[in-house]
């Protein structure tokens, strides 16, 4: 696995990381022990950075407890979505408790709400040691002005941001601003955007792909992440799965060495 550095919070993150989202929202014994497989193939692969949220139902309480007794160097990220400071320090609060953490490694203003709000609270529970980085996510690419102003403001360490072969809007402004701010890069739905979901590997399904063979990619779920990891030499993915074989398939494009840009632009041209 390949580790990169998140900007200037210095943290060491394995290039695929791993989502949340829908995979680690479950309930009941046997679904919690299949997360809890997840995540032990995960941590074996390198992984060492999580993505959760408030807004993903059981998926923080889970990650939390699937992760009780080898918490050591793994970095959870999480998120807050409040419209004013009260309902922001509840859900904060309630955060540490599902993850059963004292300290949160990362705190992101989830969809940019009420982000001036909510800030001055945050840098408070950085201040006190409660959390150690701040950062900044949306899913609409429309936001990303205002999500430019928020980076300029040098309060958050990162950005979390829709970037994938079918939405590049990133490339314009947004990750040459990363990079002069110094911040770290995470990147929601590389394989699944969120308006057009399969739309992407379909797409790959109908195409040889054995010329990506040689660089060992084998799948289109492969071909889709070897794609970011060599278009951004920052970025640190974040793909969710909830089987367990997808896991390494997923993980092994974060050792692959960045694929030659004949094999992107042959990667290119089929969207
Ligand atoms: N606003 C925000 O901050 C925001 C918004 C969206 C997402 N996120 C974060 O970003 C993470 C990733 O986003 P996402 O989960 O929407 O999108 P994604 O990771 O791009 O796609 C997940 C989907 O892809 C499938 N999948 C995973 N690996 C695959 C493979 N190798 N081949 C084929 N299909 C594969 C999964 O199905 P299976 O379960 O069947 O494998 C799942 O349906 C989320 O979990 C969350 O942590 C943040």
């Given at each position: 696995?390949?580790?990169?550095?998140?900007?200037?919070?210095?943290?060491?993150?394995?290039?695929?990381?791993?989502?949340?989202?829908?995979?680690?929202?479950?309930?009941?014994?046997?679904?919690?022990?299949?997360?809890?497989?997840?995540?032990?193939?995960?941590?074996?692969?390198?992984?060492?950075?999580?993505?959760?949220?408030?807004?993903?139902?059981?998926?923080?309480?889970?990650?939390?407890?699937?992760?009780?007794?080898?918490?050591?160097?793994?970095?959870?990220?999480?998120?807050?979505?409040?419209?004013?400071?009260?309902?922001?320090?509840?859900?904060?609060?309630?955060?540490?408790?599902?993850?059963?953490?004292?300290?949160?490694?990362?705190?992101?203003?989830?969809?940019?709400?009420?982000?001036?709000?909510?800030a001055p609270?945050l840098e408070e529970?950085k201040a006190?040691?409660?959390?150690?980085?701040?950062?900044?996510?949306?899913?609409?690419?429309?936001?990303?002005?205002?999500?430019?102003?928020?980076?300029?403001?040098?309060i958050?360490?990162?950005?979390?941001?829709?970037?994938?072969?079918?939405?590049?809007?990133?490339?314009?402004?947004?990750?040459?601003?990363?990079?002069?701010?110094?911040?770290?890069?995470?990147?929601?739905?590389?394989?699944?955007?969120?308006?057009?979901?399969?739309?992407?590997?379909?797409?790959?399904?109908?195409?040889?792909?054995?010329?990506?063979?040689?660089?060992?990619?084998?799948?289109?779920?492969?071909?889709?992440?070897?794609?970011?990891?060599?278009?951004?030499?920052?970025?640190?993915?974040?793909?969710?799965?909830?089987?367990?074989?997808?896991?390494?398939?997923?993980?092994?494009?974060?050792?692959?060495?960045?694929?030659?840009?004949?094999?992107?632009?042959?990667?290119?041209?089929?969207?």
């Open positions: 696995m390949q580790y990169r550095t998140l900007g200037r919070t210095g943290l060491h993150v394995s290039a695929v990381s791993m989502g949340t989202w829908k995979a680690f929202d479950v309930r009941g014994e046997q679904a919690i022990e299949h997360v809890g497989r997840l995540v032990t193939e995960a941590l074996t692969c390198g992984v060492n950075l999580f993505d959760t949220a408030p807004m993903y139902g059981e998926a923080e309480s889970v990650l939390g407890r699937v992760l009780q007794g080898r918490r050591e160097g793994v970095i959870i990220a999480t998120k807050v979505l409040a419209s004013d400071r009260t309902s922001a320090q509840r859900l904060i609060e309630a955060s540490f408790q599902k993850l059963q953490v004292e300290v949160i490694d990362l705190m992101q203003v989830h969809n940019m709400a009420a982000w001036r709000t909510v609270l529970y006190a040691g409660r959390i150690r980085f701040l950062g900044i996510t949306d899913y609409r690419t429309s936001m990303f002005p205002e999500m430019m102003t928020a980076m300029q403001t040098g958050f360490d990162t950005i979390q941001i829709p970037y994938n072969i079918g939405e590049r809007e990133a490339e314009h402004a947004i990750l040459p601003l990363a990079q002069q701010c110094d911040m770290g890069v995470l990147i929601m739905t590389p394989l699944c955007p969120i308006f057009h979901r399969s739309q992407l590997l379909r797409v790959l399904q109908r195409h040889n792909l054995s010329f990506l063979e040689p660089y060992g990619v084998t799948t289109p779920g492969q071909a889709l992440l070897a794609y970011l990891l060599a278009q951004s030499e920052d970025a640190v993915l974040l793909p969710a799965t909830s089987r367990l074989e997808r896991v390494q398939e997923n993980t092994t494009a974060g050792e692959i060495a960045a694929l030659p840009q004949q094999a992107i632009a042959q990667l290119e041209a089929f969207f």
